[in-house]
């Protein structure tokens, strides 16, 4: 079995070792294709994987060596295959398989096509280290291997300008990578506090035996740690306050989006949360703080997609709130509910991004919905799968995001917290509302973009048939919420709910509403021209627009008085005192060797009469200080 | 009675004529001179410590030095000559072609 297990983790590494030897080649079409077909080789090893750990009840752990071992620390390089982690290794493996395939096509005219690849397998191989990892130190790894990689593949076209940002909200490709590797390394410095807060306790790293010791601590030490871990979480998951970067890193190649700021790595901090649960279960305050955190967020971030009008920072926002949704789940103490939702939301968020991929295809890049409309005629098969996206996103019947997203509104209601329940229910709302605002904009409707003078035409075939699976998925996924019950609460602790009967299928007959409701406003609103343009100049509008003026309050609050600061210790600080010291110093010796220069007059009984001097120096210093007298 | 001390201060003395030679000399062959005394003032030394400790060491030390007192004076002398025969001059303060 450990042979699955390296080859399911160690395939998209070789993948991405391998791309990168023609990094700076021109495009070779078999960098893709070999990418490609090591990220199947680790899909099938780990579905492989997972039916072992079905069928058998077994948990795989090995100990790849020994990697910090000094003193009191032993930390070994070791991996877990349990149903946590390889319910995510299948997650993680298939969206990034067929975003691989779809890459082939996304990326045909791309100068940059081997480099591409070569991040984007490294990508994955640092999300499987993360997912497998047996202890926190190989998880934070591949965490910071993630941020990497995403950074690196936001600003995947790096040579784009500045610009303004009434214009461009995201400014440009390397200003948005260096604003989430920047966030995410400011809530990263709250995990490893974490971490450290977990070795100084319990003396271990090791998942195993951190939550064996976890319920002798004292209860404040816990909650310390599981508020710094949580820290972490936020960063990576864009929770409030750190959520700005998400709708920014949209300016990374679209199948990135799909991949990493949708289906995988943004839920890591679900993820850890998940992983963490025996910490988090001697905790509710904290879990409750989360659950409130990922219900504001969830419908925070809806509010901003209502107005939108940028193709991807919708879908962005959106990503946001289900984050949000998986939050509660998981603060509330229903993990299996929030890694179910993790799971069926990766599968039709990375559609709704391949969908908006072929989008900004075929409008040559163009992101403004208000551009597009009635692209159903040319785009057939993009838009059969965006809508099925959408329909599992807003949460109907029978489509994956039903099953999950009511059981996580099912939770928040029976745990009696019914303003969280409140909330996300307006969420679903909202998220049915602004799912079908962007299908109606871009495929139905007035043929807008023949005044902007595209010619949109459908993606090419291998594409649809990388995102074909993903939308089988995001159908088919809900169906297994049974098996996938009984498999993860293996692992996870059950959630019992109080609920039965007439409530129950009430919840869910309101839910179901409240998204019909919105799709069917959405739908009437738009077939009829949309609103009145007079809404624009509502103080509402543009606050949402403008996502709250958050990143400008933190522009002018935090950025630039930082830079100020900066500046300050830069000007006063290290050129006046630091530089100063340093310049004193060369100076000393280059003044002492101008003025000794002239020792060196080549007048050779000059030169034989400071030898002398030198000679009568040494014989005194050897008199007097020689021990026998 | 002629004691170790009396050879030591003869040493002494004898490099003291030389250090001041090699200092206050300008001419070239002089200088060779004074090297000459300086070598032979440590002569003198190891001779005498040789013999007041009944030990062949010193002695031994001495000649290797006239050896390689003569052998430097050789190929010394060589080099003063052809100097002389490109410039002309022997004097120590002509020979600055390099200076810091």
Redesign the interface.
């Known amino acids: 079995m450990e042979k699955y297990l390296y080859l399911a983790l160690f395939s998209p590494l070789v993948g991405s070792l391998f791309a990168s030897l023609f990094g700076a080649k021109p495009k070779k079409l078999f960098v893709g294709l070999v990418a490609s077909t090591l990220l199947f080789v680790s899909l099938f090893s780990s579905i492989y994987l997972l039916c072992y750990v079905a069928s058998s009840d077994n948990i795989i752990h090995v100990k790849l060596f020994d990697w910090i071992k000094v003193g009191g620390i032993n930390i070994p390089f070791g991996f877990i295959v349990d149903p946590v982690s390889v319910i995510m290794m299948v997650t993680v493996t298939t969206v990034s398989a067929f975003v691989h395939v779809y890459s082939l096509g996304y990326m045909k005219h791309d100068e940059g096509f081997n480099r591409f690849f070569s991040y984007l397998s490294a990508f994955v191989f640092s999300m499987m280290v993360l997912v497998m990892s047996d202890n926190f130190a190989g998880l934070f790894i591949g965490w910071e291997g993630v941020g990497l990689c995403s950074w690196l593949l936001i600003g995947f076209w790096y040579k784009k300008e500045d610009v303004a940002r009434e214009i461009n909200p995201s400014i440009s490709p390397s200003w948005a990578a260096n604003e989430a590797f920047i966030m995410n390394r400011i809530a990263d410095l709250g995990m490893l506090i974490g971490l450290f807060l977990i070795y100084w306790n319990t003396g271990s790293l090791q998942y195993d035996k951190v939550f064996e010791n976890i319920s002798t601590l004292n209860i404040t030490i816990v909650t310390l740690i599981g508020i710094f871990l949580f820290i972490g979480a936020m960063g990576k998951s864009a929770q409030f306050p750190f959520h700005t970067w998400l709708a920014d890193a949209m300016e990374g190649p679209t199948p990135v989006s799909a991949l990493i700021h949708a289906a995988t790595m943004v839920t890591a901090g679900v993820f850890l949360i998940i992983r963490s649960y025996p910490l988090y279960s001697q905790i509710p305050d904290v879990g409750f703080f989360i659950a409130t955190l990922g219900a504001f967020v969830a419908v925070f971030a809806a509010s901003m997609a209502l107005v939108n009008q940028d193709l991807k920072r919708i879908i962005a926002y959106s990503t946001l709130s289900q984050l949000g949704y998986m939050f509660v789940a998981a603060g509330l103490g229903a993990y299996w509910i929030a890694l179910f939702h993790l799971m069926t939301h990766a599968f039709f968020k990375s559609l709704l991004f391949l969908g908006a991929g072929n989008v900004m295809h075929a409008m040559d890049d163009e992101l403004n919905i208000f551009k597009m409309g009635g692209l159903r005629k040319t785009m057939k098969w993009t838009a059969i799968m965006m809508i099925i996206g959408s329909l599992a996103l807003a949460g109907i019947y029978p489509f994956a995001g039903f099953f999950s997203k009511d059981k996580i509104l099912a939770v928040a209601f029976d745990s009696n917290h019914y303003i969280l329940w409140f909330m996300l229910w307006v969420g679903a709302g909202m998220t049915a509302f602004y799912s079908f605002r962007l299908i109606m904009l871009v495929f139905f409707g007035d043929e807008r973009y023949k005044k902007y003078g595209f010619h949109p035409h459908e993606a090419y075939w291998y594409m649809l048939l990388a995102m074909a699976p993903l939308a089988i998925l995001a159908i088919i996924a809900g169906f297994f919420e049974e098996s996938f019950e009984h498999f993860v609460t293996y692992l996870l602790p059950e959630y019992h709910f109080n609920i039965e009967g007439i409530k129950e299928v009430g919840l869910i007959g309101i839910t179901t509403l409240i998204a019909l409701s919105g799709i069917v406003f959405a739908i009437y609103k738009y077939s009829k021209g949309g609103f009145n343009p007079k809404w624009k100049e509502n103080f509402l509008y543009k606050l949402l627009l403008n996502q709250y003026y958050i990143p400008i309050i933190y522009e002018k609050c935090i950025t630039k008085p930082y830079a100020k600061l900066s500046k300050i210790a830069w000007k006063e600080f290290d050129v006046r005192i630091i530089d100063a010291t340093v310049d004193f110093i060369a100076k000393i010796i280059y003044i002492s060797g101008f003025k000794g ?9 000059k030169m ?2 400071w030898m ?1 001097i030198g000679l009568v120096i040494l014989l005194l210093l050897v008199v007097l200080y020689s021990p026998v007298r | 009675m002629i004691t170790l001390t009396h050879y030591l201060v003869l040493s002494a003395i004898l490099f003291c004529i030389g ?1 001041v030679g ?5 001419n070239l062959l002089m200088l060779f001179f004074s090297t000459e005394i300086l070598l032979n003032a440590v002569n003198v030394g190891f001779a005498a410590i040789s013999k007041y400790y009944m030990d062949l060491t010193g002695q031994m030390f001495a000649f290797f030095i006239i050896a390689i007192a003569a052998s430097e004076v050789a190929v010394g002398l060589g080099l003063l000559i052809i100097w002389y025969k490109r410039v002309g001059s022997i004097d ?2 002509t ?6």
């Open positions: 220069r002239v020792v060196q007059s080549g007048n050779l009984s034989l009469g002398v | 250090l090699v200092l206050r000399r300008k120590l303060d020979m600055q072609s390099m200076n810091g």
